[in-house]
């Protein structure tokens, strides 16, 4: 059997400052139903921050290999491309990543009004949280850039790179540097 990879190159990947090793694309929220539907892309043997989910989880990897690792970094479990779980909330704190390859998994969120996600200190003291309104707030954000991308279609490449890159100094390359500057507050002054 022909094996593949998963051709990411049209998703517009965002990143959430202070999550290292993370991208995500929320792909619909369903605010009625409290549905939030986003893509992740878990850097390759790297781990994320600490955090729990406190709402249902449903997920798919789409490629490679998503692996959940106890608090102290111990590997917990290895959930191979064509996973389907269902993760029902929990107070049990882990870290999520991806295997030899970066993963991409999709996670249908099943949430409330309240918080979906905790995020942890390594001592297990909640520092953040993010509720249904964060993703909301997240996902107009990154409507409002792809808006930018389409009207800017000649710059999505530059748009794109500085997005996933946010230490990225684009003032020497970016033509209508205050345009860009819109579209990354919207990210930098998001606050959990």
């Not at 892309?41 to 709402?55: C, D, G, P, V």
């Not at 999709?106 to 509720?131: C, M, Y």
Request: aromatic share 12%; net charge negative; charged share 25%.
């Amino acid at each position: 059997m022909t094996r593949y990879l998963f051709d990411d190159c049209n998703i517009k990947w965002q990143k959430l400052e202070g999550f290292e090793n993370l991208v995500y694309s929320i792909l619909n929220i369903d605010e009625n139903n409290k549905i939030i539907d986003v893509i992740f892309k878990f850097a390759a043997n790297k781990q994320i921050i600490l955090h729990r989910h406190l709402a249902l989880n449903n997920m798919l990897v789409i490629q490679g290999e998503h692996r959940l690792y106890e608090p102290n970094g111990r590997l917990k479990e290895a959930r191979p491309v064509g996973s389907c779980t269902s993760s029902q909330p929990s107070d049990e704190p882990h870290r999520e990543g991806g295997g030899d390859v970066d993963a991409v998994v999709f996670f249908s969120i099943r949430g409330n009004d309240g918080v979906l996600h905790e995020i942890l200190d390594d001592d297990l003291n909640v520092i953040a949280a993010l509720s249904m309104q964060n993703f909301i707030g997240l996902y107009q954000a990154q409507q409002e850039c792809e808006k930018i991308r389409v009207w800017r279609k000649n710059e999505t490449f530059e748009i794109k790179w500085a997005m996933v890159k946010p230490d990225l100094d684009v003032t020497w390359y970016w033509p209508d540097y205050e345009l860009f500057s819109k579209c990354r507050r919207s990210y930098r002054n998001f606050k959990l």
